[in-house]
Structure formats: C-alpha cells, structure tokens
C-alpha cells in the first residue's frame, strides 16, 4: 500500500503561482509513474501533467505552458509547479501513483483561484 500526501493549495488570485507537492511513503517510488489530476465541482476528474519514471512529461493542453511536473526520487516527491493560474484552473488536485496497474490516489488538495 501506498499513501500520497498532497500539500501546497490554498486561495490564489488569476495569474498567480502555486506549487504542489505529493510526498509518497514507497521505497521504491523512482519505478513509479506518478500523474496530477483535478476535479472542479459538477466535474469529472481529469488528467493534468504526467510523468513517467524515466522523467518524460505529459500535458493536458489547456496547462502547456503553464504548468511543470517534476519529480525528486531522492525525496519520493512529485511536485506541480502552476503559472499564470486562471479561474477555471480551480479544484481539488490529486496525487496518482501507477505502477503495473497498481494505482493509488491522494486525497486531494484544494486549489481556487479567484477572477
């Protein structure tokens, strides 16, 4: 089993910045591919930037540009770096740990960003 803690949300205004950490409790966390997604109210979750162990990268293409993922092995860590944040950047972002089918999920961190 493993646990992902999610921090970094908070209240923004348009255009600003956040930065997302997710803290994972696995030894073996550099095999892991690890993904950010969101989930705005009335929504369904939505993938946001992935990536993969080896370090390549995936957009959704509405944050290209925006947004950066990143990850630090040597603290088990996946951060989201987000730029330039818009109003409908808002909801709740989740941490997501794959490996062989084996997924786990955050329980979110709440992200709003005011016009």
């Known amino acids: 089993q493993v646990q992902l803690v999610e921090s970094g949300g908070g209240l923004v205004q348009a255009g600003g910045s956040l930065r997302l950490s997710c803290a994972a409790s696995?030894?073996?966390?550099?095999?892991?591919?690890m993904a950010w997604y969101r989930q705005a109210p009335g929504k369904q979750r939505e993938l946001v930037a992935a990536?993969?162990?080896?370090?390549?990268?995936n957009y959704f293409d509405s944050v290209k540009g925006r947004f950066t993922i990143s990850r630090d092995n040597a603290k088990k860590t996946v951060y989201l770096q987000m730029n330039s944040l818009k109003p409908e950047d808002t909801g709740v972002y989740y941490c997501?740990?794959?490996?062989?089918?084996?997924?786990?999920w955050g329980q979110g961190t709440q992200v709003t960003v005011s016009s």
């Open positions: 990536i993969t162990s080896r370090g390549s990268t």
């Open positions: 997501n740990a794959n490996l062989n089918r084996r997924v786990y």
């Open positions: 696995t030894s073996i966390f550099s095999i892991y591919d």
